[in-house]
């Protein structure tokens, strides 16, 4: 099965500052990925998928951006901070090649907390 | 991709079968319906999933009436580490294309003593 690893798992960083979140999985090939952010007991709002290398799709408006330089290797980053960029943000994969009939489940790494100061 | 509603918050105690119910009004022919769990400060793990009627595997079962518009995660004996967050998804199956994978709020059950 696929393995996701995701760094730091705690960040805390100034306002402004740049951002640069990197998410890799082990364990299969051509996989869809995602970035999702949780804020404080809410739920996952998923902010970018990507179904190859250089495919980005965004999902809402915002201060940040992914990247896919290689098949298994997806990362989200800023220019500069906000402080409502704080919260959880979440790797996810599924593996795009799920057989007829099925839907193969999603894997998500352990995440980083983001604090903005 | 079909929307999913399901209840805010449960309670229940230890040793007593939980379910919790999904609505999906929307769903399409080729949706599957998955349910995955979500401790604090940890990522979502798949539970179970379905097409129709019931599922069953070692944690869960999930029962799914002929319409397919709402589905039923049964959760046996629940002990205090079932503490989770509970999120319902449809999707489309792989082979009709990309899946994107949108999560609810989800159900917040606590398990007491």
């Known amino acids: 099965s696929q393995t996701i690893h995701q760094w730091p798992a705690t960040l805390v960083q100034p306002v402004g500052s740049p951002l640069s979140l990197e998410c890799t999985v082990e364990g299969t090939s051509n996989p869809n990925l995602y970035w999702y952010r949780q804020a404080a007991g809410r739920g996952l709002q998923l902010l970018f998928y990507?179904?190859?290398?250089?495919?980005i799709s965004s999902e809402v408006p915002q201060n940040l951006s992914a990247s896919r330089p290689q098949d298994r290797q997806f990362i989200l980053s800023s220019k500069k901070l906000l402080l409502s960029d704080s919260g959880f943000y979440l790797c996810?994969?599924?593996?795009?090649?799920?057989?007829?009939?099925?839907?193969?489940?999603?894997?998500f790494g352990q995440g980083t907390r983001l604090t903005v100061v | 991709l079909a929307k999913t509603t399901q209840p805010i918050s449960m309670d229940s105690y230890e040793g007593q079968e939980v379910n919790i119910t999904c609505s999906h009004n929307n769903i399409a022919t080729n949706d599957y319906i998955t349910w995955y769990q979500q401790f604090p400060s940890q990522g979502p793990r798949f539970i179970i999933q379905?097409?129709?009627t019931k599922v069953t595997n070692e944690v869960a079962s999930l029962f799914i009436p002929a319409d397919r518009k709402s589905s039923t995660l049964s959760l046996p004996r629940v002990s205090l580490s079932d503490t989770a967050v509970y999120y319902c998804l449809v999707a489309p199956a792989e082979n009709t294309g990309f899946q994107k994978l949108v999560f609810g709020t989800g159900t917040r059950l606590l398990v007491s003593p």
């Open positions: 996810a994969c599924s593996s795009g090649t799920g057989s007829f009939h099925m839907n193969t489940e999603a894997f």
């Open positions: 379905g097409y129709k």
């Open positions: 990507s179904v190859g290398i250089g495919q």
